[in-house]
């Protein structure tokens, strides 16, 4: 069997994007919502049996505390908050597994999702829908993979590579050196993906980088300028790549099984009317 794992914030927030406003009858814009269920459902349709979504029902996580610079909820539109709790119900109502994340994020919950199903020896392969670089971490040979439903690229570990420069185990230490302007921290001055897929290809780690700058594989000129930075900002290239790892230890299900989907429940029926009959606003 093939397990699912939809990074259900992305996908609101694609929706709600690339989608023009509908109102249903309270006034409140459900477009998003609509166009997540369908594509969870279609998924569904066109043979997807174990599937589970995570969502960030709270945008704030421990995160917070580690650097202040963390993304939060500031700045995003209400009218994309407001279909998160409406989401969750929906998809809920619809029969789908859903985790709402509050005091860790969705990618945390993927992450765990991920490594709980492949240590299931009946899954033949995970995946992980999202196209976030974060989860490239989890991703491991073959069986599980990260699939980006909107281009329908999927990367197993050959494409991790292929894409970084480095293995799936040295992302965290490729997003701290190079920072993840998504997530809000910053790197280190002077490391781009080039000079951080070129040393961490080789010694995989942070701490397997050797002071001896003469050692690198990358540009003698550059190689002491940011030989000195990595000294300069130890503490801070460690913080920012415990931000950068994703937990997988948060408890979602006791078994596989329980992602299987059984069909629809009674309340869906009304919540799709109440989708379906939303007036789309046209500009």
């Excluded at 009218?79 to 809920?92: H, I, R």
């Excluded at 921290?185 to 040393?199: E, F, R």
């Excluded at 415990?242 to 329980?258: G, I, M």
């Amino acid at each position: 069997m093939d397990v699912h794992v939809v990074d259900g914030t992305y996908e609101l927030f694609r929706h709600f994007y690339a989608l023009p406003t509908a109102r249903d009858e309270q006034g409140q814009d459900v477009a998003a919502v609509r166009g997540v269920v369908h594509s969870v459902l279609n998924m569904i349709t066109q043979g997807a049996t174990h599937v589970g979504v995570a969502t960030d029902h709270v945008i704030e996580s421990f995160r917070n505390d580690l650097w202040p610079g963390y993304k939060t909820g500031a700045g995003i539109d209400p009218a994309l908050l407001a279909q998160f709790p409406l989401l969750e119900e929906a998809l809920v109502a619809a029969g789908v597994v859903v985790w709402p994340m509050i005091d860790v994020e969705a990618d945390d919950a993927l992450a765990s999702a991920a490594a709980m199903a492949a240590r299931d020896p009946r899954v033949d392969r995970v995946v992980i829908c999202t196209p976030d670089k974060d989860l490239a971490q989890c991703v491991r040979g073959t069986r599980v993979v990260q699939l980006h439903r909107r281009t329908r690229v999927t990367m197993d570990e050959d494409a991790v590579i292929a894409r970084f420069g480095v293995r799936p185990s040295s992302i965290p230490d490729y997003l701290a050196l190079v920072g993840d302007s998504a997530d809000g921290y910053p790197g280190l001055p002077g490391w781009g993906a080039k000079s951080a897929a070129a040393v961490l290809s080789r010694y995989e780690h942070l701490e397997g980088i050797p002071s001896n700058w003469r050692e690198w594989q990358v540009n003698a000129v550059s190689a002491g300028a940011l030989s000195q930075t990595l000294a300069r900002d130890w503490d801070k290239v460690q913080l920012f790549r415990s931000l950068a790892t994703l937990r997988d230890d948060v408890p979602l299900f006791d078994e596989v099984d329980q992602l299987r989907w059984a069909g629809a429940t009674a309340a869906f029926a009304p919540l799709a009317a109440r989708l379906e009959a939303a007036v789309t606003e046209l500009t």
